[in-house]
Structures are given as structure tokens and as C-alpha cells.
T-cell receptor, first 111, second 115 residues
């Protein structure tokens, strides 16, 4: 079993839809959880960062962490064509250490 | 926000040659830099962790004599792929952080194609 599992998609939604992206993990020591957005042939861009369990909201984006289920989510409200990208979840057990990434989910938002 | 640059953005080389990739933190001092590799439709895989002034720590399966990492200053780390072969063709991405920062900031990546 891989440490971080993420459905690669692709996920296609119409503009304005609510998007739900998820990752599961096996290492209960993970405490730091991140979501990155990666456009084609570009480096990842940090979207959301959460420590331990709970919710965090930033504009149209909401990140949720459920450590008891080893499950994290990213919700995108009012999705836009510019949100079309690959979304990577990442996590670590200590602050500032190397990240373990999911495979990424490719999202396509059509206008 | 924190900005990390990489140079070159892409490189094509012949098999057997060496290629150097630079990673720079432009507006902060990076005490730690990470090097990742990403194959098509795959996730980022950590190759090595580099702390300024120290030898890099390589992940299992990554040949340290083939992938030379130098982190000589707080704003620059270099990755040299020695005697590159076609199987080394990949997208190489660095990230950087400073001491009190819990997250990492990624560079734009360098696409390497070895013919």
C-alpha cells in the first residue's frame, strides 16, 4: 500500500460546479497536510496548508483533514476554467521536512 | 510570497554528458532545499534533501555519485546529472524553505531530455 493514495482522475466538471478532491494516507504520524496546484510543465504552487485535523477556508477553497480516518479533502466552490490543473496532496510528519505526494488529480473545468 | 527560480527551464543533451541545474531562492535565505523528480503522469518523488553547508541526504535508490548536489550558499543549490542517459529524462523540481517556515516553495522545474 502506498503511503498516499490519490485518484488521478481525470475529473471533468462544468463551470460553477463544486469540486471535491481527496487523498487517503496510511502513516498516522503525518501531521502537516498541503494541497498544491500544478499547471502543465510548471512547478507546484501551494494552495492550502493545514496542521493536524480540522478545516481551513481561503476564498473558494476549503481544506479538510480527518486524521481519525486518514482522509483529507480539498473543495473548490464556483469552479472556473482557470482552475483546470493537476491538484497534488502532500503531507509530512514534521514541519519543514520532505513531503510525500499523492499522484495528483487532473481537473478540467469547462466553460 | 517566497520565490524560487530554476535554470535552465529545459535542456536537451546527448547521452553521456553532464547537466547542471540551478535552484535559487530569490527573496529569502533557504536553509533547506529539496530536489524532486517527476516522470510523466507520476507524482513528485524526493531525490535528496540539502542543508546549506552540509552534504546532501539522498533517498534510497538515488545514486549520489550520479546526482551531485551542492548547496554552497543560502540562496543557491545545484543538481548535476553526471553521464546522463535517456532514462534520466524527467522533470526536475527543487523546493526551498527557511528555518521557521513549515511549508516549502517550489521552483518552476527543469525539463531534461537526454537523447
Amino acid at each position: 500500500q502506498k503511503e498516499v493514495e490519490q485518484d488521478p482522475g481525470p475529473l471533468s466538471v462544468p463551470e460553477g460546479a463544486i469540486v471535491s478532491l481527496n487523498c487517503t494516507y496510511s502513516n498516522s504520524a503525518f501531521q502537516y497536510f498541503m494541497w498544491y496546484r500544478q499547471y502543465s510543465r510548471k512547478g507546484p504552487e501551494l494552495l492550502m496548508y493545514t496542521y493536524s485535523s480540522g478545516n481551513k477556508e481561503d476564498g473558494r477553497f476549503t481544506a479538510q483533514v480527518d486524521k481519525s480516518s486518514k482522509y483529507i479533502s480539498l473543495f473548490i466552490r464556483d469552479s472556473q476554467p482557470s482552475d483546470s490543473a493537476t491538484y497534488l496532496c502532500a503531507m509530512s510528519n514534521q514541519a519543514g521536512t520532505a513531503l510525500i505526494f499523492g499522484k495528483g488529480t487532473t481537473l478540467s473545468v469547462s466553460s | 510570497g517566497a520565490v524560487v527560480s530554476q535554470h535552465p527551464s529545459w535542456v536537451i543533451c546527448k547521452s553521456g554528458t553532464s547537466v547542471k541545474i540551478e535552484c535559487r531562492s530569490l527573496d529569502f535565505q533557504a536553509t533547506t532545499m529539496f530536489w524532486y523528480r517527476q516522470f510523466p503522469k507520476q507524482s513528485l518523488m524526493l531525490m535528496a534533501t540539502s542543508n546549506e553547508g552540509s552534504k546532501a541526504t539522498y533517498e534510497q535508490g538515488v545514486e549520489k555519485d550520479k546526482f551531485l548536489i551542492n548547496h554552497a550558499s543560502l540562496t543557491l543549490s545545484t543538481l548535476t546529472v553526471t553521464s546522463a542517459h535517456p532514462e534520466d529524462s524527467s522533470f526536475y523540481i527543487c523546493s526551498a524553505r527557511w528555518d521557521s517556515q513549515e511549508t516549502q516553495y517550489f521552483g518552476p522545474g527543469t525539463r531534461l531530455l537526454v537523447l
